[in-house]
């Protein structure tokens, strides 16, 4: 089932501004927020999925993978969840409460009654980058590739916690668990109050009693990691695809970064991509041109036959129809253009002068365009109109 459009989901336009998008997801979240709808499956479904919309739509990077390849560009084309599908109700919490401030008790990670702590810092893993290469005719099919990545992942012998076997975790003692703490200050103004990072836990709210020795407390270990990637039809060079959760670990069991995909695409040894169109150059000789013959020309499903007529001229360009690439977006498939070229000796033998002097005299070997005949220009702008 196709997943819906985030714009849908928060109810903005496209153009909307980072303000506009942010009032919006406020609004919906407020309406299906779990303290508000308990019990119910449906709102926080709701809940989740404006979540997942105002995580890729505030961030400039993904918003703009976002309008030009819709959910295949933010993660999803690769068998990712999204944000929202993919993480727990704390994550979302964590990384959205600020938004909300104080409007559910004690503040929007509160929850209310459930008694979670929006100050505890989630951590986040960095996104890796890498580039991918494709050849032509993966393009036209898609590709699914296996990759090697040096990343940081969870550690196996803590898994992931950072805490050595057996060991326990203890409530911070310098913020009491909150993972922020507050000072207040006197000032010629008066009394002034600031809220900052735990510095003894880091923001989690938590110390470890005695770290593991792998990972030195971290949770996270380098590694080399096997990825798959389904790379879908039609992408160009430059394009980026974003595979959710698929960058480095975060420390201590967070949250983990993407992974994004530069996409290359190599050259074609005879073929030249245009957008979704194909260009190729044919060379055929003079008799050839002016009989008619049939030709082989390449595509990137193998061989095509297509005929010359009595007659052609150098530059007239065939089109073969949908031989060229489909649209990343799935909105049909290009052509393969074919340029017909004359091709003139170079060296001629005795004989052949003799033959070509006698048909010069010919009047069917004059030059005599006819009235209303197109340039070459004006028949290129025709091909690719």
């Not at 994550?91 to 909300?100: P, V, Y």
Request: contains cysteine; charged residues 25%; positive net charge.
């Amino acid at each position: 089932m196709s997943k819906k459009d985030y714009y849908e989901i928060l109810g903005v336009s496209r153009d909307a501004k980072p303000e506009e998008i942010k009032k919006a997801y406020r609004q919906k979240a407020l309406k299906y927020h779990p303290d508000k709808n308990p019990g119910d499956n449906s709102a926080e479904a709701r809940f989740k999925e404006a979540a997942e919309a105002y995580e890729v739509l505030r961030d400039p990077e993904k918003k703009s993978r976002y309008d030009q390849f819709g959910h295949a560009g933010v993660g999803n084309n690769f068998g990712g969840t999204g944000f929202g599908g993919g993480m727990s109700m704390e994550d979302i919490f964590s990384q959205f409460g600020d938004i909300f401030g104080g409007a559910f008790g004690s503040g929007f990670g509160g929850f209310g009654s459930t008694g979670r702590q929006s100050a505890r810092r989630a951590n986040k893993g960095s996104n890796l980058r890498i580039k991918v290469k494709l050849k032509l005719e993966e393009v036209l099919k898609g590709a699914e590739k296996r990759i090697k990545v040096n990343k940081y992942v969870s550690c196996s012998s803590c898994k992931g916690t950072g805490a050595k076997g057996g060991s326990a975790f203890r409530t911070c003692s310098a913020c009491k668990g909150a993972g922020r703490v507050t000072r207040v200050t006197n000032t010629f103004l008066g009394q002034m109050q600031t809220t900052s990072t735990c510095p003894s836990c880091g923001g989690e709210g938590q110390t470890i009693e005695d770290k593991c020795s792998s990972c030195y407390g971290n949770g996270i270990v380098k590694n080399q990691e096997v990825i798959s990637l389904n790379i879908p039809a039609g992408v160009e060079s430059g394009m980026q695809l974003s595979l959710s959760g698929k960058g480095n670990a975060a420390p201590r069991g967070g949250i983990p970064g993407d992974l994004i995909v530069m996409v290359e695409v190599e050259p074609h040894p005879t073929l030249i991509r245009d957008g979704m169109n194909l260009l190729y150059d044919h060379h055929i000789s003079f008799p050839q041109a002016a009989l008619g013959t049939a030709i082989e020309v390449p595509t990137l499903e193998g061989k095509a036959r297509i005929k010359i007529e009595p007659g052609t001229q150098p530059g007239k360009v065939l089109r073969l129809k949908e031989k060229g690439l489909p649209s990343v977006n799935a909105y049909g498939r290009g052509d393969l253009l074919v340029n017909i070229n004359i091709w003139t000796p170079q060296k001629l033998s005795v004989e052949e002068k003799e033959a070509l002097k006698n048909l010069r005299q010919s009047e069917n070997f004059i030059p005599n365009p006819k009235k209303g005949d197109k340039s070459f220009f004006e028949r290129m702008k025709d091909v690719f109109n």
